[in-house]
Each structure stands twice: as structure tokens, then as C-alpha cells.
């Protein structure tokens, strides 16, 4: 089977852009998540819409499993091609097709970087805000919904996206959207695409929402000592009206790894915030009022207006955190919670994910971007231990439990990929997991688009 | 059928909640478009999910129309019953919920109109920032995706709604999202009902974002010599990077017409912004900018920093623009365009539909959300001249295609209702349109929920 999906893929994109080397199918079989890893038959690296298309085709008539690759950066099996079959890396579909300059827009290619496309839209004073830390393709920010450290101003990925171009399940291109900011005109395909993890449909190309660059900026770091006094300093400035672009909470632990490698901060929970800003005025205003709040939840040390170098190195460390972990930990299972709850329940959340490191006894660190209500702990266990293993499932599932009790939800901005299906009946109910089962058998009917995540086709 | 469906909903909603008198069913038959009046063959006013669950499996088993009713406000006949059948009033179920204060959220039940909500959520110093003007129903503005004057700073109404409760077709109830503000979990089903005007489900309960209100603002009337000149300056404000929480065109002919009830402005096209900002030296700052741009467009006056009152009265005017024109021309049809274009394209836009009143021999005017690209024209025609009426045909097929070919849309917040159904696959494309239709039969299998609207069934 393998050498006929292989000698068909080639015969779509040529000779040298298809491939079932063992090397190759091993890097497309695991994401940054500690889910098993599954290999794909053939990985296909085509350079157009038309290829995409017909290799979705030869998919649907051959009912071969089609899984959508960016950069692998996912935190939930979400890129893991569980079923085997056809995984498409977009890496050659990585063009910037159009910066519409005067629109503050964008239309790209899925398989570009994020990174490497606020690099190029740096000369325009333009940036694409949503800001996942890792390296991220705008094609696996669009399938999972990616946010980060900047979401708390600028939005997630769904705010910043207006129009794409889709390769259905059964080969068929359809657009999304248009490039108009306001937009009514019948149903909003654009979201239902958003955040459907390559389930649904491919994307091909997407029009982006940009911001100008900030002209002002400060960066804000405070100090607490608990993580309970730092969550509800979070509650205080988002409560008061005031709007950071970046409000992260980083916890001791958290904070000595980054100090290992990039920092060199009290270890101790800490806020790290940013605020941008037209006028160096406004912002030095906010700036008192965010340490009158800081005080008021017991601050211990409050620095503002730090430089854009030791800026550049916090937010360095902050983005490195993950990477830092799992280096410290290299023959450990990790697991990354990553409930999201309503501002008023953050520091509740934040507290109670606290307590249950010392009782279950699990050893990890909690962050996250705080500003959202996004609570973020990476817990890990011995590879070799499966009691201490299963100890981290019932930390997610306490964790969950209680997020979604507060009117939260199992993922903010990770997606479901595999770990979270067995939450989404208890957060969205039967109804609702039921309409959208009948979406994905409607737009998908063999079940080949990225199959076994967010739910058993 | 009508004695039979009366008798049905009475057995539901109790004997005085459910009405087929005449003058009923007149009120409930069209909306404040030019579209033909249709009649409804019951009214009912349902006070709970319960008894619209009650209605729905009703209509469902009796291939019964099912179209639901705000405030009848809406501009493209979206709330028209053309096929008869159950209105569903939700004037009964206009209760706020919850006031979710320390979140900036509201759980709301759809009759609500959003008037009276901002006024209740006045004392919590907080706002729901989408504003059409007329004082539409939260239900209304969540079915036609609404924006207005705001929308240009804190989005349309699908960037302000978190979470819904939905009777499907099948009287099945369900729950989309969450109150968290970052969701990740599963496809956007709220999304996908936001804007589908009621034929995939009716909402029953929404939870809201919200605004703190500005603690310091600033109005600005800036007048120029044509249009054109004024719609430069609109590109070169937003084009700038400034964030104005209002940014309007009005031309000469429609300020006439504020003129007469309310303002005292120069009969000429004016641009009226406001701006909002948490510290007053900020927002001069900006203003200083906006000046030099509208001076360097030709701006013949410009007024900054107006007064609460005179604030007050321009944008009392302003909304009061359609009620004044159907007042001036009683005896006329109307047709209201809706297009909007990216930022860029908007000054060919606004020159190409203002050049087409000479062309076309129209009678009209021009205004709109200029910040967001969306251009609205009013144009008239006697009711017993079946040629000029024709006219206002070719001259909304005009605009439209003039919209589309410029990356925009045929409307950017009436919705599709009636009069846009026939720009939807020029819009969108064959493909899109065709899974529109498909999810449509997939959630409203028999076609009962507001059918006739977006497309034929």
C-alpha cells in the first residue's frame, strides 16, 4: 500500500517531494507533546493548491488518511498522523503572496513561519500579533486557533484571520471570507475552519489582520510572594480596565529555569507584562496604576519601563520556558495543562492548580498567559513509572474540572488533538458535540481529514 | 392551519400569549427595508427555552415556518416571515440574566434590546460596544452579525459574543462556547450562528463582552469640499495607525437631512470621529495627527474636543439619518446599500457610488462606517414608477460589483436577507456557497427556520 500511495503522490509533485524514508516519516510522526508517536506511509511536500487538491483526491477515492503538517510545534498530538496515510508538510507552500501595505493585511501561504513573516512585514511597521512562543506555521496557528503572550491586546488567531482558501475532503477549493474588515454576507465558514485542526479541510492560502508596530512600549516586571498574591494582581489590572499587551503569570519554578539559561531574576512568582502605546504619556500613566494594583496584592519588587534589551531577554526566556523544561527533564513524560477561565476565577484556578502540585505529589511549574484567564502547568513522571504517569492524568482531569466548573474551558488555546477529547461532552454537552460530530460527517463523510482527533469520526 | 397553529402555540404560551389578529400580524410582517410586506399566520411570545423548544418541535412536526422577531429593526427584510407560519416575539424574554462585572460580561436573554441593556450596565461603568443606531434586539443583532458607529474600535457584534444557548430545528437546545475568552476547544459553533439570521437555530441565552466605558473622549467634525476629499482623509486616519471608536462619512445631502431635525452643521461632506482614550493627553496627542491628516485632504473646518452635548446631538443625528430621510421622501421606495471594501479601496468606492447618483439620475445620499470601508447609500424612488425603482436595482448591482471587484462584500452588517441573495455566489464563489447550503439542510433538514432568507432552501 505504502508504494502505491508513494509512486501516486510523486507522480503529483515529482520525483523528489514525496517520500517514505523511515528519517522522514519518523519527524512527521510526533509533534512537542509527549502523545505517542504514530508514522505516516508517505509524507508529500506538494508546491500549489492544485497539488493539494489532487492529492485530496486521490486520498478520498483511495481512503488514505490526510494529515496537515506546519512545523510540528503542536502541544496536543494535534499534527500526530494517528491513522498513518498521507501527511502533507507545507513547508514549499511558505509565500508571502501579497502584503497589502495600506490595508494593514496579508495573504499568505500556510506553510510560512510566523516568525519569518513578522521578519519580512518588519520594514512596513506591521506585525501579526498573535504570538505562540514557538516557531509556529500560520497554517497550524489557523487549525488549532493559536494565541499566546500578545492575545490578551491583539486577540487569537480566529480575531486576525479574514478570508481563506479551503481544499475540502473531497478535493473541492472553496474561499472564505473576503477582505473586507466587516463582513455578513451568509454563514461565517472563515470560523467554522478556524480551529478545526485540519479536520474539515486544508488551508491553502489566508488573509491575515495586521497591527502597526507599537511606537511606545514598556515592559513590567513584578514580583510576589505567592503565586496567589501575582493571580490576583492579574484580576486587579484586567479588572481595572487597563489593557496590557501582555500579561503573563510565571511561578518560581518557572522562573529558575528560565534563569538557567536567559534571565537572571528574583525566583520568585512574577508578572511579566507589556504595555504599547501611541503616546509615551498614556503609558507611564498606566504604568501608576499598575503598580498602585501590584502593591495592593502585596508586590515585592516592581520594575517598569525596562529596556528594550533586557525586554527582548525576559520575553526570550519566557518563549525558551518550554523548551528549558523539557531539556531539564529529558527521560521524563511531560503533560501541559492549558484550561482557560473566565478573569474573576483566575487567581482561584491558579491557586488550586498550585495546591494540587503538593497533593498529588507531582513535580512541575505554573504559567501562562494570565491576562486571559489562561492557565498553563507543565507536570512530568518518570517514563518507567506508569503509577507516577497516570498521577498526571488526574492532575488534568482535576484541573479541567475545576475550569470548566468556573464557565471555563479543557483548552484555550492548544486545541482538543487528542488529549482533550475525553472533556469536550462534559464542557460543551451532548447537543453541541453531537452537531458539531454531524458538521465533520457532513463536510468529511470517509473520515480521511486528520482523522482520530478532537473526536472518534 | 392558521385556527390550528393558534390553538397549538396558545396550548404552549397560554391563551394571551399567542395572537393571528390583523393588526398583529401586520406589525410582524416586515421590517424598516422597502421589501414587501408578507404576514405571519401567528404571533406567539414565548418566556422561556422551554417554550421556544415547545414551539420549534411544533413547527418541526408540522412543517410549520419558524422566523424570529427583535425589534423589527432590521434593513434587508431578514425578519420577514415570507412563507407565513410562526413569528416567535422574544419580547417576553428580555431579561438580563447576569452582570458578570469583575469579567466585562453579560448573560442575556435575546429580547433585550441593546439600549436598554447599555443603560442598565451604565452603573457597572461598563458597555456592549456594537451599535446600529436603531434600538435593536441583542437576538437581531446576534442574527445579522450588527455593527454600526463602534464597530471601527471594539468590533462587530460576532467579536463581542463568548457563548450561546441555540434551539436547533429539531427543538434540540444546545450550549456553544464558553465564558472564557480564549476557546480552542472544537469547532466554532457559535461563530457559525452568528450572522445565519435565524435559519439554523434561535438563539435563546447569550453571554456577551463588554467595554468599560471611556473615561476620556474626544469628538471631532471635520469638514471638506467634496466627497472624495473627505474619504481620502478617512483612508489617511486609519492608514495612519490611529484607533478611532468612530470614524463616519456623511455627505452634504445627508447632513441636510440631520440638519432639519437636529444638528447645525456646514451642508458639506463632514467626516465625525470620536475618540476614546484612558488619559486625556493621549487622545490630544491623536487629535493633533488627525488634524494634520484632514488638512493635508483638503479639510475646509475642523472642530475638535466638542462638547458632551454637541457630541451627544451629532450622533443623535446621525442615527437618526434613515428615520429623518423616510420621513422627507413618505411616499417613496427606499433601498439601502451596505457594501463594504478594504480601508484602501474605500475612497473608489465612496467617488464611484456618489459619481453614480449623476449617472444614473438617482436620487440619494451617501454616509456609512467609512473607518471600516462600509459605504451605505439611501436612494429613492417613486412607489408608482416601476422604471426608477428599477434603477435602484442597477445602481445597488452596480456598487456591489463594484465591492466585490475591490476584495470587499455586498454587505458588511445588514446580512444577506432578501435583497443580497443574488451577490452571494458572485461573492463567494460556487464552492462556498454550496457547503453554505449544505450545512443548512444539515441543521434545518425540512427548511422551517426563517426560510427564504440567504438562499432558497
Same mark, same amino acid.
Given at each position: 500500500m505504502t508504494q502505491e500511495i508513494l509512486s501516486a503522490m510523486k507522480s503529483i509533485v515529482g520525483e523528489e517531494h514525496a517520500s517514505s524514508a523511515e528519517s522522514v516519516l519518523k519527524l512527521h510522526g510526533k509533534d512537542q507533546s509527549s502523545h505517542?508517536?504514530?508514522?505516516?506511509?508517505?509524507?508529500?511536500?506538494?508546491?500549489?493548491?492544485?497539488?493539494?487538491?489532487?492529492?485530496?483526491?486521490?486520498?478520498?477515492a483511495h481512503g488514505v488518511a490526510i494529515t496537515g503538517w506546519g512545523a510540528g510545534s503542536s502541544l496536543e498530538g494535534n499534527s500526530i498522523p494517528v491513522k498513518g496515510g498521507i501527511v502533507i508538510n507545507f513547508g514549499r507552500m511558505n509565500q508571502i503572496v501579497q502584503v497589502h501595505e495600506a490595508d494593514f493585511q496579508i495573504t499568505v501561504q500556510p506553510g510560512i513561519f510566523y516568525k519569518d513573516m513578522n521578519k519580512a512585514l518588519a520594514k512596513y511597521g506591521l506585525f501579526f500579533a498573535p504570538d505562540p512562543g514557538a516557531n509556529a506555521s500560520i497554517g497550524?496557528?489557523?487549525?488549532?486557533?493559536?494565541s499566546g503572550t500578545r492575545t490578551v491586546k491583539y486577540g487569537a488567531t480566529r480575531d486576525n484571520v479574514l478570508a481563506l482558501e479551503v481544499v475540502l475532503a473531497n478535493g473541492e477549493v472553496i474561499r472564505t471570507g473576503s477582505?473586507?474588515?466587516?463582513q455578513s454576507a451568509g454563514y461565517d465558514l472563515t470560523h467554522l475552519m478556524i480551529g478545526?485542526?485540519?479536520?474539515?479541510?486544508?488551508?491553502?492560502? @489566508?488573509?491575515?489582520?495586521?497591527?502597526?508596530?507599537?511606537?511606545?512600549?514598556?515592559?513590567?516586571?513584578?514580583?510576589?510572594?505567592?503565586?496567589? *498574591?501575582?493571580?490576583?494582581?492579574?484580576?486587579?489590572?484586567i479588572g481595572s480596565g487597563l489593557n496590557p499587551a501582555a500579561l503573563e503569570l510565571v511561578d518560581s519554578e518557572a522562573?529558575?529555569?528560565?534563569?538557567?539559561?536567559?534571565?537572571?531574576?528574583?525566583?520568585?512568582?512574577?508578572?511579566?507584562m507589556e504595555f504599547h502605546g501611541a503616546a509615551a504619556a498614556s503609558i507611564n500613566a498606566e504604568l501608576e496604576l499598575v503598580r498602585e494594583i501590584c502593591d495592593d496584592s502585596g508586590c515585592i519588587r516592581f520594575e517598569a519601563g525596562v529596556g528594550r534589551e533586557e525586554r527582548d531577554r525576559i520575553w526570550e526566556g519566557r518563549h525558551a520556558l518550554?523548551?528549558?523544561?523539557?531539556?531539564?527533564?529529558?527521560?521524563?513524560?511531560?503533560?501541559?495543562?492549558?484550561?482557560?477561565?473566565?478573569?474573576?476565577?483566575?487567581?482561584?484556578?491558579?491557586?488550586? @492548580?498550585?495546591?494540587?502540585? *503538593?497533593?498529588?505529589?507531582?513535580?512541575?511549574?505554573?504559567?501562562?498567559?494570565?491576562?486571559?484567564?489562561?492557565?498553563?502547568?507543565?507536570?512530568?513522571?518518570?517514563?518507567?513509572?506508569?503509577?507516577?504517569? @497516570?498521577v498526571l492524568q488526574t492532575?488534568?482531569?482535576?484541573?479541567?474540572?475545576?475550569?470548566?466548573?468556573?464557565?471555563?474551558?479543557?483548552?484555550?488555546?492548544?486545541?482538543?488533538?487528542?488529549?482533550?477529547?475525553?472533556?469536550?461532552?462534559?464542557?460543551?454537552?451532548?447537543? @453541541?458535540?453531537?452537531?458539531?460530530?454531524?458538521?465533520?460527517h457532513l463536510l468529511d463523510p470517509t473520515g480521511i481529514m486528520n482523522p482520530g482527533k478532537i473526536f472518534d469520526f
Open positions: 505517542r508517536v504514530h508514522l505516516p506511509d508517505v509524507v508529500v511536500w506538494p508546491d500549489s493548491t492544485d497539488q493539494v487538491k489532487a492529492i485530496v483526491k486521490y486520498a478520498a497550524g496557528m489557523i487549525a488549532n486557533n493559536a477582505r473586507s474588515i466587516k478545526s485542526e485540519g479536520t474539515l479541510g486544508l488551508v491553502t492560502k @489566508a488573509t491575515l489582520r495586521l497591527h502597526p508596530l507599537p511606537e511606545h512600549f514598556s515592559a513590567v516586571v513584578a514580583t510576589f510572594e505567592s503565586t496567589p *498574591d501575582a493571580a490576583n494582581a492579574v484580576f486587579g489590572v522562573i529558575r529555569f528560565m534563569n538557567m539559561r536567559v534571565t537572571n531574576l528574583p525566583e520568585k512568582p512574577t508578572l511579566l518550554g523548551e528549558i523544561l523539557f531539556s531539564v527533564y529529558p527521560d521524563q513524560t511531560y503533560l501541559i495543562t492549558d484550561v482557560s477561565v473566565p478573569i474573576s476565577a483566575y487567581p482561584e484556578i491558579a491557586a488550586y @492548580a498550585n495546591e494540587l502540585f *503538593d497533593q498529588l505529589g507531582v513535580n512541575g511549574s505554573l504559567f501562562g498567559h494570565a491576562g486571559d484567564g489562561n492557565v498553563h502547568t507543565v507536570i512530568f513522571a518518570p517514563k518507567d513509572d506508569p503509577e507516577k504517569q @497516570a492532575f488534568n482531569d482535576y484541573v479541567v474540572q475545576k475550569a470548566i466548573e468556573l464557565d471555563g474551558t479543557c483548552t484555550g488555546e492548544h486545541g482538543v488533538g487528542i488529549g482533550k477529547q475525553k472533556y469536550m461532552v462534559h464542557e460543551h454537552g451532548e447537543g @453541541a458535540i453531537s452537531t458539531m460530530r454531524q458538521v465533520k
